[in-house]
């Protein structure tokens, strides 16, 4: 719940405690119906689950703070919490009435509750708890000890990085919140700290604090925290001041080699230099060590006892590249800025590639990638060599088109790859772009094809034989091939699968033959595996067969 709230006009239930703590006595305060509150505490005594809400705290002026979950869940309606004294082992107080504090745009559900503030007897830290005295559940603490308030705190202004130091005042009291009365607190240690600089002060007698305060110069902002440290007796407490500066005038110094850069997508590329100051006679001298530089990709880099600095930089994109103080600003330095030209080089890659060869012809498949993306189409050079080795040797065969939206291709070009060589894609791209070029791929095996396949008589009856015949070949020409094992398969109708039913060996014109008996009706295949390791694999045509009763 953020501090822009407002405060509901209904308050829930009425605030009872014991001993010396005060009852609420507000007229405003609707009392819930009687018996209610005493229900809801006794909760737990009669099974009923009692549970702690998302939240509670004691605010600074001695109230019980009631926080719900970020949905609006988590307390209870006719909510009693109990205060237990730590030392006596008794509950003192009983907190039943709250006023509802929630989003005044009526946008966030969260809301908190919030009660009268309590006058307990004793300073310290009590127990919260929810439900019946017999089984309580512990909800955390009640800070009630002495709290420290800090105000009128005030940071010389004019500090610069040749004059690093100011002084720092404040006052230092203590509120109590069992009658409201503020007292100073003397003689007591306090810390200041800025961003990244921190040292420990001590109040007077009429708890005034007058302490000088020194920067480092490489701080992000000169906002000076005064903060009174938790004791047994006195809550923590502070409050934060801003020291104006007097920036000083600065350069920012590239490199020769990096005010201008050239590098592929996606590398990253150095942006060096140096970081000087310039006093008012125009003495130039390092900025502090230390001094942070706008973030690159190691967050933020910072500059060396010589001012120098080194930014990494992902190439991504070209243009003007700025170089600054961290954050674009500095409280020390005036706002300056050195200027890089970068030019990307646009790259290309080929992914998944797979380059193969069977019966169909030699198929290419894979993706290519580019970077940034592009939505033109591009060309694609399928290229052979008979030894893969030097470049002039290579030879476009094939070009096909590649369009960037999908990155795919799948090609395939019949009657290749039958003879000894070496395989590869390129492409060649833009003269803006680094072109890609695949590793080479050797293919030495000759092509192997089914020219003929046929199942007769058809249809046949059940239990009839039927024969089928074929004819296996290789190379190109076309050439019969003999002494070659085939090997049926049978699919049934109604199956994904196609189970051995045999096998026959070609003769000397390349063909072979086998008599079945007719079962059932399905589709036949024939099938070559490469047997001297210098062949593709081959399939036949399918052939379907009907099979009457």
Known sequence: MTSAVVVSTALLGGLAVPGSVHAASDASL??????????????????????????????????????????????????????????TG?????????????????????????????????????????????????????????????????????????????????????????????????????????????RDATTDAQGHLSSPFTFRGTENHTEVRVEVLDTADVRAGGRSETARTIPQKAEILLDPESRKIKARYGSTAKITGQAVRVAADG???????????????????????????????????????KTTWAGGKSPWLRYVIASTEAEVVEVSYFTDLKIAADAAGLKFSGGLAHRPLSPAPTLIEVQYSADGKADSAWKTHHVFTVDFASARFDLTLPGVGESDGYWRLRYAAAPRMQGSVTEPVRLTRTATAFTYFNAAPEPVRKGQTFTIKGTLKHETPAKPYEGQTVRYYFQPVGSQDFVYRGEAETGADGTFVQTFTADETGAWIVRYADSDGKHFNAESRRDDLTVNP
Do not use: W
């Not at 998302?54 to 009693?80: K, W």
């Not at 946008?107 to 309590?118: H, K, N, Y």
């Open 30 to 87: 609707a009392s819930v119906a009687p018996g209610a509150a005493e229900a809801a505490g006794a909760a737990g005594a009669s099974g009923g689950a009692v549970s702690c809400p998302p939240d509670m705290a004691a605010t600074q002026d001695g109230s019980l703070s009631v926080h719900s979950a970020q949905d609006g869940t988590g307390v209870p309606e006719g909510l009693v919490v109990h205060l237990r004294d730590k030392k």
């Open 90 to 198: 008794l509950r003192v107080a009983r907190v039943d009435a709250f006023r509802k504090v929630t989003d005044p745009d009526g946008i966030l559900p969260d809301f908190r509750l919030v009660s009268e503030p309590l006058k307990l007897s004793a300073l310290g830290v009590y127990a919260l708890e929810v439900g019946a005295e017999t089984a309580p559940v512990t909800c955390g603490d009640f800070d009630y000890r002495l709290r420290a308030v800090v105000s009128k705190v005030d940071a010389a202004d004019g500090v610069s990085l040749d004059h690093l130091g100011t002084t720092v005042t404040a006052e230092v009291t203590t509120l109590d919140p069992r009658t409201g009365a503020s007292a100073p607190l003397k003689n007591t240690k306090v810390r200041l700290s800025a961003d990244r600089t921190a």
């Open 283 to 321: 003495t130039r001298t390092p900025v502090p060590e230390g001094t942070e530089m706008l973030a690159d990709l190691t967050g933020e880099p910072k500059t060396t006892a010589d001012g120098r600095f080194e930014r990494q930089l992902l190439m991504s994109r070209g243009g003007p590249v």
